[in-house]
Nanobody, 125 residues
């Protein structure tokens, strides 16, 4: 089973930055689409950003546009989510997920095949 492993969560002050990483030791992230989702307590899991691995095109939800950047490093087999200017509404568990058999990004949780474990991102002064 493909495993996605995330890292980079933690505590940061408002306005600060964090970079999340998503990688796999069993699967080469050369195709498909990788999405970053987040889930805050009592809320639905929402798609934050997505990247088409082969073409590199990206999508973002409006609330993170201009602050978050998704990217991939094929040599390191890793997808990143750079989060800048973090706000009090950003704290959540952040998950990466993969659509293995299609390069199309999707905001829908059920359309992703595999998920990481989800690091916690906390924004607090």
């Amino acid at each position: 089973q493909v495993q996605l492993v995330e890292s980079g969560g933690g505590l940061v002050q408002p306005g600060g930055s964090l970079r999340l990483s998503c990688t796999s030791s069993e699967f080469t992230l050369n195709d498909g689409a990788i999405g970053w989702f987040r889930q805050a307590p009592g809320k639905e899991r929402e798609g934050v950003s997505c990247i088409r691995v082969s073409g590199g095109s990206t999508t973002y939800i409006d609330s993170v546009k201009g602050r978050f950047t998704i990217s991939r490093d094929k040599v390191k087999n890793t997808v990143y989510l750079q989060m800048n200017s973090l706000k009090p509404e950003d704290p959540a568990i952040y998950y990466c997920a993969i659509r293995q058999f299609t390069p199309l990004c999707s905001p829908y949780v059920e359309q992703y095949d595999m998920w990481g474990q989800g690091p916690q991102v906390t924004v607090s002064s």
